[in-house]
Nanobody, 114 residues
Framework: QVQFVESGGGLVQSGGSLRLSCTASGRIFDIYTMGWYRQAPGKQRELVAHITMTGSTNYADSVKGRFTISRDNAKSTVYLQMNSLETEDTAVYYC????????WGQGTQVTVSS
């Protein structure tokens, strides 16, 4: 069973930046589309960005132009560079495989203060 370990969250002021990392266990990381999700208090978990095995990316409208997803298959790691953060970005961020969901990791908390 694949496992995901997210890191890189923290407290940042509005307009600031953070870079999240997610490392997956397993040897076949590179064949899967990977995604970053977030869940804000009282809201459903949502997919904010995903990247295919060939590097094609897609973003939710709410983060387009501010967030960048990337991957390093040799390290079985996917990244989320978050710039121009807004208070509405406050959430727990998770990674997973959108097409073949695995178990959820513990996530990493991102808190954006005004």
């Amino acid at each position: 069973q694949v496992q995901f370990v997210e890191s890189g969250g923290g407290l940042v002021q509005s307009g600031g930046s953070l870079r999240l990392s997610c490392t997956a266990s397993g040897r076949i990381f590179d064949i899967y589309t990977m995604g970053w999700y977030r869940q804000a208090p009282g809201k459903q978990r949502e997919l904010v960005a995903h990247i295919t095995m060939t590097g094609s990316t897609n973003y939710a409208d709410s983060v387009k132009g501010r967030f960048t997803i990337s991957r390093d298959n040799a390290k079985s790691t996917v990244y989320l560079q978050m710039n121009s953060l807004e208070t509405e970005d406050t959430a727990v961020y998770y990674c997973n495989r959108p097409l073949v969901l695995g178990s959820w990791g513990q996530g990493t908390q991102v808190t954006v203060s005004s």
